[in-house]
């Protein structure tokens, strides 16, 4: 038997509609050979969360672009708390330096992706991530 | 433009340099690349000769500027009389904030505004909807009533200086809300100077702020256009956007050729409603395009762009005034090619954007600040901006002479190139049935989601270069030192003040103004003259945005990757 596929929920929340980077983080994870779900634009933290239960995804990423990330992500996380569920949740977008560690030590966020991140970079993480 | 035996001689002698010279030189060094080609793909030879432009016909496809078919511009003394608008897209928080940014640009000799809406406010919700929490004022200001409005608009003339109004969805609300404010002024509607986005087609391929079903958008898109053509002659009622489509992942020319497809239904659907071409043609051939990252596929492009467009106005749908023909530019420089590494660079890279905006003899251009990859611009950077826009049309003595790249045969053949381009692509439309058919089949989103990916590809590849960030990257870019931050009290502020808004109008009023556009929206009559009612007696923007929602329902997002 084959190694299972690792499964990834792309989700955008918020009113942003800036989907590029979704959608190219989404198609680099499915041709390295994970399964991916990505959302479409505005979604709800409770749509998120129940999704990548119901899904059992390994791996949550979010991708933000309007500034909401802090927001947005505290929202998600506690959500997850709440659901009792330990997915690691990855972030891309416009994230200012002096956020990352907050986002990582204070939100929970596993990993954060500001713009000229390399899609071999997440696809390693994403990885690493899903073995934990 | 040149004789054949000419050209016979032409040929032979490049043949025999292509053998000996150029042979030799290849022998002794490579090119630099397998491979030389433009951002969007379009090969890129060496050199270029007399012989690659023959079939060129100066009267025809060139012209004398503000002449048919206006390749070198559209007026007949471009800048040499009147310089390219510079207005910046600047908004955020409350209306006076954004006020105050505004006014400071102009202080600093900026000729226009253009008006940045937060992300609620463009999706029709007040600030205190559910939806709107965390976003109120994030990437824009917050607009929800003409209370607002008026603050946003303090002390800035509506007929001395243009703006652009950067919303789509909801621009019927924010424009009534424009109409209301120069109606209390008193500035007759003929006098109103300006333009809006209004291009719904875009974000439902590209951008993402739509609210009703497709065809229902379409339908408001056009209530807007045909109210203000017959209203307001000094208004663009739209901005047909090529910009969105190449940010979203499109190279420049299928983004161009897609943005025409989508110009094309607009102006098919102005047709069916009995409208003849010359009475709106001129109004709504306005373009918003991004300049960059590509030097001289971006001025060919703009050209090539021009030229097609007037023959599409004349030869297509027949259009007998010469300014039916005539396509206005405005560009952007885009954020796609600026760098989160060693941001400053950005600025050398605007510069070039600029540049070939001067040459490609555009009407406005918006420049991005050098801090796009870490948050709206400061006040530093967007002045800046502005100045580097200054710099190119004060200093650089481009803008003393009208399309001054005519006539080079690199120019005029990669021109050529590019429309041929963009035929086949408004063909390929076509043959999907049009751009409505294309969009609901998911067949430009699919297009420009897959471009978006090779592109991504090939910057990770090198084959498109970022300076400082896959060539010649250091370890970590530098950082800025000072980078804008919205102030959080925004939302609070604002939805005090909405709810003393609310407390303040007539309730009945509301309910009436607003029960009429409802009807209006269920029978089929233009929507406008309703939605400035209804902003006249204090309805709110997600007040209105939502009875139409109870006409016309929500557009579900059709998720193609």
Redesign the interface.
Known sequence: MGEKKIKVLIAKP???????GA??V???LKEAGMEVI?????K?PDEIVSLALKEKVDVIGLSIL???HM??SK?IMRKLREAGADIPVILGG?V??DETPVLKEEIGIAEVF???S???DIVKRVEELAKR | MFDDKFLEELKKRQEEWLETRVKKALSKAPERKREFKTFSGIPVKPFYTPNDVKDLDYFSDIAFPGEYPYTSGIYPLMYRSRLYTMRQYTGWGTAEETNRRWKYLLAHGETGLSAAFD??T??G?DPDHP?????VG??GCSISNISEYELLYQDISMDKISVHLQVNATAPFIVAMHIAEADRRGVPRDRIWGACQNEILK?FVA???FIYPVEHSMRLACDLMEFCVKQMPRWQPITVCQYHIQ???ADFVTAMGLSFANAISYVEAMLKRGLPIDSFAFNISVWNCVCAPEFFEVICGLRAARRLWARIMKDRFGAKNPRSCMMRIFVGSGGLHL???EPLNNIIRITLSSLAAALAGVQAQNMQCYDE????PTEESMRIALRTMQIVAYESGVTDVIDPLAGSYFVESLTNEVEKKLKEIIQAVEDEGGAIEAIRKGWMQRLI?KQ??EQ??RI?EKDII?IG?NLFAVERGE?LES?FK?SPEVEEQVIERLEKFKASRDKRQVEETLAKLQRAAETGENTMPYIIDAVKAKATLGEMCERLVQVFGRAE?M?V?
């Open positions: 918020g009113l942003d509609g800036h989907d590029r959608k190219v989404a198609t680099a990505y959302t479409g634009r505005f709800k309007s500034g909401t927001y947005w929202e416009i200012l330096d500001p713009p000229g390399k899609l071999q | 992300l609620p463009q999706l919700y939806l709107a929490k965390g976003e994030k990437v974000e951008r993402g702020t940010e979203a992942g760098t989160r590494a990859a870490f948050a709206i989601a978006a990916y991504q590809k990770e970022r960030e950082r980078v919205v997002e998720v990757w």
